[in-house]
């Protein structure tokens, strides 16, 4: 007989030796161990919401994330070739900056809790984010919410969004290190601050002020900004003589389509993931809902805008068609839950009118904005807030004409502020040459489509 074999045989019979009683004892202690282990452990009725809210918010925020890519694919199909490669370092550049700036003090600014610096108007000006632990255990996690860590991620996404709108506006004349500075200041302070007044639990918040997911928070605050910088910046060469406006056609309008669906699909997670909990029969169906009228709305615009130009110019202008789409996506945003199926038809169809028909008012004030960010997230984000109390029985027109007008001047004249320091110190403009020439080259001696430009 081996060692081993002997070995198991003389385990078993000490095992067989030992006192039933002792295996009784033993079993009875563990059993009351396993009780009060049970009794002291959450039940999954408490720790099912934080489970499924946080789930919300990771889900939401990589939706969000996903509109980074729309954003750069739309610029890079709308503006022209020798532009296209700034154009993608700009949208890469600018969403990573706001990953830090966002993280270092950002998210203290919007977030302050009780820690206020000026109670209700500014936030905690240094309180960089910080996370749970690792391995939290369901005992010690605060179970009313979400975990820090979700929704400082989706937090974060709606922040780089906001810096997004502005590089449309701007491109194929602004110089990048000048552009990339004004994202330090827009995603760190002015953001936040703003945002603060209404989702930090601010004095627009106490006030009554209503923005679901942000039509003026994200979209009009960064249309005010790109409103600022293309006011200092002015207009590209060649786009306006003699009083008439001259299209400068875009590189790849496959790109752009591209663009608009990826924005589309991130809306999603955008207004649905700002329910803010998916813990319940109602939230999650809430959400169903908040997806169904998001999409209403981005059909609505997109058909308003086809019919519009066809009206207009004998012809359908896909750029406006999509730019209807978003028009529709940016007018749902403030107020996504209370309509209608048809509620949000409507919305949506009035956003696309408006980017229809305010791309030429801004041409007669010789307002260059190339991707038409303006007439898409700041007017529409206008109508978007305006129309909430048709639908919310809680909100009123002078409460959020209030709001509006408030984080508009506030965001237009700091914005202002900022792009007329950058242009007196370092400069915003690239030189007559550089831009007639093609900022790829000129910014990073590069070119998108290197092969086209050498025959």
């Not at 029985?393 to 959020?400: P, W």
Request: include cysteine.
């Amino acid at each position: 007989m081996n060692k081993t074999l002997q070995k198991a045989l003389l385990v078993g019979a000490a095992f067989a030796a030992l006192p039933v009683v002792a295996f009784a004892q033993d079993t009875t202690a563990a059993e009351a161990a396993a009780d009060v282990v049970e009794a002291a452990a959450p039940t999954f009725d408490e720790i099912g919401p934080y489970i499924m809210t946080t789930l919300l918010f990771l889900i939401g925020g990589f939706l969000v994330m996903w509109m980074a890519a729309g954003f750069a694919m739309l610029e890079a199909g709308l503006v022209r070739s020798k532009n296209v490669t700034t154009q993608l370092t700009k949208n890469v550049a600018l969403f990573a900056i706001a990953g830090i700036m966002y993280w270092l003090i950002g998210y203290g600014i919007m977030y302050p809790g009780d820690d206020w610096t000026i109670t209700g108007y500014l936030g905690n000006l240094w309180s960089p984010a910080s996370l749970e632990p690792v391995g939290l255990a369901a005992a010690d996690a605060d179970l009313g919410y979400a975990s820090v860590a979700s929704d400082f991620f989706f937090q974060l996404m709606f922040c780089a969004t906001t810096a997004s709108i502005v590089s449309g506006t701007l491109a194929e004349r602004v110089k990048l290190w000048p552009f990339l500075a004004f994202t330090v200041v827009l995603t760190g302070i002015l953001y936040p601050i703003e945002a603060s007044w209404q989702w930090g639990g601010g004095w627009l918040s106490e006030m009554g002020f209503y923005d679901f997911a942000g039509s003026t928070l994200v979209h009009a605050a960064g249309g005010f900004a790109a409103l600022a910088g293309a006011l200092v910046l002015g207009p590209r060469i060649g786009r306006y003589k003699d009083g008439k406006s001259f299209p400068m056609p875009g590189s790849n309008l496959a790109l752009a389509t591209l663009g608009t669906f990826i924005l589309w699909l991130g809306w999603f997670g955008f207004n649905g993931g700002s329910q803010l909990a998916a813990g319940t029969v109602g939230d999650i169906t809430d959400v169903g809902r908040i997806f169904a009228n998001t999409n209403m709305a981005a059909s609505a615009g997109a058909v308003t805008a086809l019919v519009l130009t066809q009206l207009m110019y004998g012809k359908v202008d896909l750029t406006m068609v999509l730019n209807g789409a978003l028009a529709g996506l940016v007018s749902i945003t403030a107020g996504p839950l209370d309509p209608s199926l048809f509620g949000a038809l409507l919305i949506g169809a009035v956003g696309g009118g408006i980017a229809v028909v305010v791309v030429p008012m801004l041409d007669k004030m010789k307002i260059d904005d190339v991707v038409g960010a303006i007439p898409v997230h700041l007017v529409a984000g206008f109508w978007g807030t305006m129309i909430v109390p048709w639908n919310s029985a809680d909100t009123s027109y002078v409460t959020q004409f209030v709001g509006f007008a408030s984080i508009g001047i506030f965001m237009f004249v700091v914005s202002l502020v900022v792009w007329m320091i950058l242009k007196a110190t370092v400069g915003i403009r690239v030189s007559e040459e550089a831009e007639i020439n093609g900022l790829d080259m000129h910014e990073l001696g590069m070119e998108a489509y290197p092969e086209f430009s050498k025959g």
